[in-house]
Structures are given as structure tokens and as C-alpha cells.
């Protein structure tokens, strides 16, 4: 098939490079013509392990161009993937603008008969909205029937769930807009059945649904850990008991320093202002989003109940992304943390194998109160604690020894602090290098007294 893609975010330009991959002819759209050259020149705008490879290979191949418009032969292409922006507007709800000027490109670009396929994440009811905006607009003999195909990736694992998703959920009303998909996706479906049929507003709806739930039990197990902070209960122990329960399952009750990116923290918030509009209150979603937002604060909280007024203090942070395996900051904990700790007084040094220079760009206000440094144990330096915030696999088993050498002790003479905003460190391990280990919902532990740190082979 013909198609085009319209975005080159992490979902445009991994939707468009993986068709293309599937053997279809794809033209990638973008306004910015910055970012065309950049493709053209080979450089990936955003890191997504595993495709810059992808986008090389199609493009040797001739599958995949780029472009700031649509020309010839695309204007008659068989499908248009909508896969813009819906950023949250000032109250919140999702603005779908980007996704309006799209469908108006298509309705005076397209020559033929063609779907236009809604990838955006968008409030219940855009597909109809975009349809009646195509149908008052465009040429009556040109046939353009809109349908809602919502994206699962994640950022990380993007090329990998695009090849291997649970589900492909298709949203259309009419036969032929379904048997047109089925085919499209049929490569996806070798293994088994991952289709889910609905209509456009249920498809719509069901995105929401899925990001809010997921959120939900983030929040969740990070209010959980508050409450053993103060109960002196262990997170741990909790989520190996709930987790237990089948009905449960094991994943997401992870305590952490809260969720960030691009699509948690947009969709929660969409949600529940969806509902307000339909006068339906989403108050899960709305405490989902509270507790998010009040995780910063918490942690503040411990780094000063640790290492005492932060006035002056310079705390490092390794892991600056709002995850592993991508350069995205966000709604990244780190930055809301970041702005928690300035806001008393204290200096940042962060480092993060990919996410440094984004980090700094967003923190560029504070000046030099903020810096990022290229070296991991350089952030430390002087340090009066460090904070682990994204579990990078290079900082899963770092050279305690090393951490300790490098933080300066309490003012009281007590062992340097290490706050693990992931709960990824063992405890055993910290205290036996001479330093002290604060996890999230786990009772801080303090060396042996008198003792001489271990130094680590």
C-alpha cells in the first residue's frame, strides 16, 4: 500500500518506519523542516533503541522518504496516519487542533478514495469531529472515511511493541475500513489473533482507559509507601503479598519516584476532564494525577530528613529521563524533583546516559544552580547525597565504594546518604560500603558502627 504519516514524534516516525518495514510505500510529514533534514541527513531527532537502523534500512530501500508536505504520488495514497501532538491546554484537556489542521491537509490534498486513520491520542468523539470537518470540506467525489487505530507503544520498547503488540485495537463503521486494517496489520497477526474490533468513540475511549489504569497503580503503590514511611512497614513485603493475588498481578506495583512522559501524564488529566465535560466524574483519575504530583514533594521530604536543611546543598541525581531507553524528560520526576530541592535552597548535578542535554534545556532558567556532567561518579563530587531516579542498566550495580569516596559526609560526621528513588539497590550491599541506604517505603539503614567500609572488588 501507499501510505503517509503525519508527525515524525516517537509515534509517527516508528509508525511510519515499521509499516515500511512491512513492505509498504510511506511518506513521513512534518512541519518542521528541521527535522526533515535531519532524517534526510540520517540523524534520528529522538532516541528509540533499535530505530536509526530501522529508518536507514527502509530508506536505502526506497520505502521511506520524508517530507514538509504530500506531493505526487502520495496524494493518492491509501491510507492517512494522523500522529500528532495532542498536548494538554490549560485546564488540562487534550487540544486536538494539530489533529484538525491535519484532516483539513488531507481533505484538499487526497485524489482518491483513502482512510484517515486517527493514531493521536484523542478525546472520545474526535474521529466523528474530524469526519464531519473532512465531509464539509472537501471535494463530494473523493471518498475519505476516518477511523481510530490508538497507538501502544512504549518509549523504549517502541520498535519492539510496534512488531509485537498485545493488541492492534481498530475503531471503524464500516466493513471495508475494517477488512482494509485487518490486511495492513495482517503481518502483526501471524502468531495469533491481536486484533480488537470496536467502533471509533470505544476505541477512542478504550487509550484512556488503558494509560489511566496502568497510572493508577503507580500511584497507588507510591501513596502505599508513604504510608509505610510512616507506619514503618516495608513496600517490599507489600508488594510480594499483593502481587501474589492472581486477580492483581504482578506488574506496575512498583513504588518509584511517581510516572512521567509524554503519555501518563497527559491522558490521566485528559480523562478526567473528559469526564467533567460529560458531566461524569473521573475521580480515580483525578487522585491518580494528585498522588503524581505530590510524589516530588514526598522525596524532597526524605533527601532533607536525610542530610537536614538543603540550603546551599548540592544533591546529585543519576538518571535524568523519565525511564530507561529514552532521552525524554517530560513530566520526568526528575525535573519535578529538581524544582522541589531548588525551591529549598539546594543545587543540582545531574547525569544521565541520554537524557543530560534535554534536562539541562528544561532546567536552563535556574542557571547555574543546575548542571549535568558526562561522567556518572563525577556528579558526585561533593555531593551531599545521591538520588537515583532512572534505572539505567549502567547504574544498577555501581561501585558503592566508589559513591562513598565521592559524598561528602553529614555535617555531624554520619555516613554519606544514598536516596533510591527506584528500589533497585540492595541495602546489604550500600551499608557495607560505609554508606547510608534510603529506599522508597523502606526503613532507611545506617552502616555498623565503628566499622570500616568494604571496598568493592
Keep these: 500500500m501507499r501510505l503517509v504519516a503525519f508527525g515524525i514524534g516517537y509515534v ?25 533534514r535531519q532524517l534526510e541527513d540520517g540523524i534520528i531527532p529522538i532516541y528509540e533503541p533499535g530505530l536509526a537502523d530501522l529508518v536507514r534500512r527502509n530508506e536505502r530501500a526506497g520505502r521511506l522518504r520524508f517530507a514538509t508536505r504530500v506531493t505526487a504520488p502520495f496524494d493518492e495514497a491509501d491510507a492517512y496516519f494522523i500522529a500528532v501532538g495532542t498536548p494538554p491546554g490549560p485546564d488540562g484537556a487534550a487540544d486536538v487542533s494539530a489533529v484538525l489542521a491535519v484532516a483539513d491537509t488531507i481533505a484538499t490534498t487526497a485524489k482518491k478514495p483513502a482512510l484517515v486513520v486517527v493514531k493521536s491520542t484523542v478525546p472520545v468523539g474526535t474521529c466523528d469531529a474530524v469526519q464531519a470537518q473532512i465531509d464539509g470540506g472537501k471535494k463530494p467525489s473523493v471518498a475519505l472515511e476516518v477511523v481510530s487505530n490508538p497507538e501502544f507503544l512504549k518509549e523504549g ?23 482494509m486494517l485487518r490486511a495492513l496489520y495482517a503481518p502483526l497477526q501471524l502468531s495469533g489473533e491481536r486484533v480488537v474490533v470496536s467502533d471509533p468513540r470505544s476505541s477512542e475511549l478504550t487509550k484512556y482507559a488503558a494509560n489511566t489504569m496502568l497510572a493508577m497503580r503507580v500511584s497507588f503503590m507510591n501513596e502505599l509507601a508513604r504510608l509505610c514511611h510512616a507506619t514503618g512497614a516495608d513496600i517490599h513485603a507489600v508488594r510480594l503479598g499483593v502481587g501474589s493475588d492472581a486477580r492483581i498481578g504482578k506488574r506496575f506495583l512498583y513504588a518509584g519516584p511517581g510516572y512521567g512522559g509524554s503519555c501518563f501524564p497527559k491522558d490521566v488529566q485528559a480523562l478526567f476532564h473528559l469526564g467533567r465535560a460529560h458531566g461524569v466524574p473521573m475521580r480515580m483519575a483525578e487522585a491518580t494525577h494528585l498522588a503524581n ?46 524544582k522541589a530541592l531548588l525551591a529549598k535552597g539546594a543545587r543540582i548535578v545531574g547525569h544521565d546516559p541520554e537524557a543530560a542535554k534535554n534536562f539541562a534545556g528544561a532546567m536552563a532558567s535556574y542557571g547555574d544552580r543546575v548542571k549535568v556532567v558526562d561522567r556518572d561518579y563525577d556528579a558526585l563530587d561533593g555531593a551531599h547525597a545521591l538520588v537515583l531516579l532512572t534505572e539505567w542498566r549502567s547504574y544498577r550495580a555501581p561501585n558503592f565504594a566508589e559513591i562513598r569516596k565521592r559524598l561528602r559526609p553529614s555535617d555531624k560526621g554520619a555516613a554519606p546518604i544514598v ?31 565503628n566499622r570500616a567500609p568494604t571496598a568493592q572488588r
Design 419 to 449: 536516596v533510591d528513588g527506584r528500589n533497585v539497590w540492595r541495602a546489604s550491599e550500600v551499608v557495607r560500603a560505609g554508606l547510608r541506604y534510603q529506599g522508597i517505603g523502606v526503613p532507611v539503614v545506617d552502616p555498623p558502627p
Design 293 to 338: 504530583e505530590e510524589q516530588a514533594e514526598f522525596l524532597a521530604r526524605v533527601v532533607e530528613s536525610a542530610i537536614g536543611p538543603l540550603d546551599g546543598r548540592a544533591i546529585a541525581f543519576w538518571g535524568l529521563a523519565f525511564k530507561p531507553e529514552t532521552d525524554d524528560v517530560r513530566e520526568s520526576p526528575s525535573i519535578k524533583l529538581a
Design 157 to 179: 520498547t517502541a520498535v519492539q511493541d510496534f512488531f509485537r503488540p498485545d493488541r492492534i485495537v481498530l475503531g471503524a463503521r464500516s466493513d471495508g475500513a475494517r477488512e
Design 12 to 36: 509517527g516516525l516508528v509508525t511510519g518506519t515499521g509499516l515500511a518495514e512491512l513492505g509498504h510505500d510511506v511518506l513521513c510529514v512534518d512541519i518542521d523542516p528541521g527535522r526533515i
